[in-house]
């Protein structure tokens, strides 16, 4: 079964064989979903969310931004040459990358394994329509 069959199937029907993937928050920092947009003026989009809403960062580099919500809902920006919406990326975030990785595997989900640094990894997929979506390890142990 195809993805425009799945949904047309929870569209017209409300009918799910759902099972979520197994995240598990990471235990060492409060983030476990975010909506990554690039920015061509980073300083300016700092002080765009500072000034105007009052923004509390969650985290703040010299090139990347989480502004975490009251709610504790999350957001992200990060300093990019492109500024296109194919440059977006939905992020979700979990100690136990194996465990969802299995689990994506069973569902013949293609995916892509990178690693961001000797401690971290993530697994890179792409929508039908081109959106990115990453699925970010914690800090793993060598």
Known sequence: MDYATIGLKRIRE????RTPLPFHAWKDFPLYFTVEYPVKNFPAEVGFWTQVFG???????EDYAIV????????????RDANA???????WFTDEL????????????????????DIQRFAGLVTPNGVKVEIW???EEK
Do not use: M
Request: cysteine-free; hydrophobic content about 30%.
């Open 137 to 139: 390890s914690g800090a």
């Open 55 to 61: 923004a509390e960062f969650l985290s703040l580099s």
């Open 98 to 117: 194996d465990s969802v990785l299995q689990s994506l595997s069973e569902r013949n989900a293609a995916y892509e394994i990178r690693r961001n640094s």
């Open 14 to 17: 409300g009918i799910s064989d």
């Open 68 to 79: 975490q919500n009251e709610d504790g809902s999350t957001f992200s920006f990060k300093q």
């Open 85 to 91: 919406p194919e440059e977006i990326r939905i992020q």
